[in-house]
């Protein structure tokens, strides 16, 4: 198939990822060209060439568009490389476009295509994506759900089609049988409040376990005033690893801390944690219970510190065998692109019944730029 792919533009779908939704991105187009496909991936551009990149946003995009009135130029920028791609794409030439992006114009604009889309729900809903969705449901896009939980999120919205659980590259995070002999543990993911890593520094700290940090700052004043003055001594900041050098990191870590702060949608690091052996200890919010069970972690009550340390310290004598299995059984990516391939043949083979609906369904206007920016999103990159 020829398959355009749409990515999410705040970041390089490109290693150190950001965050899990550009590893995910990366991942998918990487093991459909693979498998031969004829993939082209648009994303911003710095991205990662060896995918069929297309990049369609960079620093010029906004030359010819007047700033005067944009308090916001990532937005600007965002929306008119998207109304761009959407406009082009609408020549044709793809059998199916995946949208991974958490933008409202490729889903607002999918009945202008002359293929399918398929879009991946990434998150539970904000406004913008929102009323991108609703201004397709039934018609223009086919939904997939990361979990259960963003399905049951997304279910007073629209009916999502499947629910494909995010795999991972299990070889790029190999199994180790035996953790560092010096005891550690270990967090990590982007530096941003909604990822709670105080929460980790301070149930570490009560466990008397180093804790190691690995990730990219992506909130300064969160980082400036809740973190940094906590570093050193038995709290490590790594930077940020790629994924050669933090697989090594968490397979010497005797458990992982996962402590969201909001519903995850998926928590593509606990899959990695456990791909190495290594027992998890979470908040119990979103999608963590769909990966984790007894043999191979602890959920905690969200926000309870004390809950966190108690779940850590059960989780210290798990079987790393377990853990490696529940990654084999649940979390590779093979399955996730097996799913992926059968969605997408099923609409290509449907698609000429659907177009007929579009073309009696009432014309989906573009969303306009033009509102507050209390509210735009907070978008949030899936980890």
Known sequence: MRIGVIAHLKHPIAEPFAGGLESHTHLLARRLRDRGHDVVLYASTRSDPALGLEAICDE????????????????????????????RLSGG???????????????AMAGALPCPMVTTLHTPPFCW????????????????????????????????????????????????????PAPYLIWYGRIVPEKGLHHAIDAAARLGLPLRIAGPVSDDAYFSTLIAPRLGGPVQWLGHLDQTALAREIAGARAFLCTPCWEEPYGLVVAEALACGTPVAAFDRGAMSEILDDRCGRL????????????????????????RRRALEHCGVDA??????????????????????????????AAAPGLRSAERPSERAVA
Do not use: K
């Not at 510190?305 to 310290?313: E, K, T």
């Open 60 to 87: 010029t995009a906004l030359a010819d568009v007047g700033l005067a009135e944009a308090g916001d130029v990532a937005f600007f920028t965002e929306h008119h490389a998207y109304l761009d791609l959407m406009r």
């Open 93 to 107: 030439g793809f059998d199916v476009v995946h949208n991974n992006a958490l933008h409202y114009l490729p889903v």
């Open 129 to 180: 994506l929102e009323s991108g969705v609703r201004a397709n449901v039934g018609l223009r896009s086919r939904f997939v759900a990361v979990s259960q939980a963003v399905a049951r999120a997304w279910s007073p919205i629209t009916p999502v089609d499947r629910v494909i659980l995010n795999g991972i590259d299990l070889a790029r995070f190999p199994f180790s049988p035996e953790p560092d």
């Open 300 to 323: 905690a009550a969200p926000d309870d510190v004390d809950a966190l340390a108690r779940a850590a310290r059960q989780v210290l004598d798990l079987s790393r065998q377990a853990c």
């Open 336 to 365: 996730a692109i097996d799913a992926y391939e059968a969605c997408y043949g099923a609409e290509v083979a449907r698609w000429p019944d659907r177009r007929a609906a579009a073309e009696r369904a009432p014309a989906v206007r």
